[in-house]
């Protein structure tokens, strides 16, 4: 639940909400929070998954460490949402304590332009910024696209189409050659 949730917007389904078990790559993980949920036997939520992924327990309802995680998901979410609970997150940096000098430096740029994009985050919160946004995006693909055919067009980019034409003729005389060979 709480891994489509932003700093800014926090996600509560209606009603119950549904749960899956996802894989993911480091890559996906964009922030950790602090706080942890705590379960008898975790692996007993993904047994009761696998189980009801076989065609003949699909209808099953979940189970009770199943249920049990997606309450105390629901609830944590809940409590965040309404501000009761802090959401903190994991620093790198503070928390994990990252000494490599190149991922430091990759860490403090990161926190840096999060800064700026928290800045900027009442310029999305107006009326129809996706149709907005969207008819920007296609204008600035456009432009680059010209810009593109430009500079194709251009002496520089010519420059070079006699060696092109030159190696496409050697590469059809070697063509040539494998053929009378074989």
Known sequence: MLGVASKQKIFVPDGVGGHAVLSITACDIV???????????????????EN???????????GQACSLAIQKLAEFTHN??????????????????????????????LEYLEKKLADCSSSINIADFEQQFEAVF???????????LKHMQSYESLS?????KSRVEVLKNFAS??????
């Open 138 to 148: 296609r204008y600035k693909q456009m432009e680059r696209k010209r810009k593109e």
């Open 80 to 109: 965040v949402a309404t501000a009761s609970v802090k959401l903190e997150f994991v620093s790198p940096i503070r928390d994990i304590n990252v000494r490599k000098p190149d991922i430091l430096e990759h860490l403090k740029r």
């Open 31 to 49: 922030d950790i929070v602090k706080h942890v949920i705590k379960l008898d036997d975790p692996g007993l939520v993904l047994r009761d998954w």
């Open 177 to 182: 050659l494998i053929q009378t060979n074989t």
């Open 52 to 62: 009801r992924q076989i065609p003949r327990f699909r209808n099953n309802p979940p």
């Open 160 to 164: 070079l189409f006699p060696e092109f």
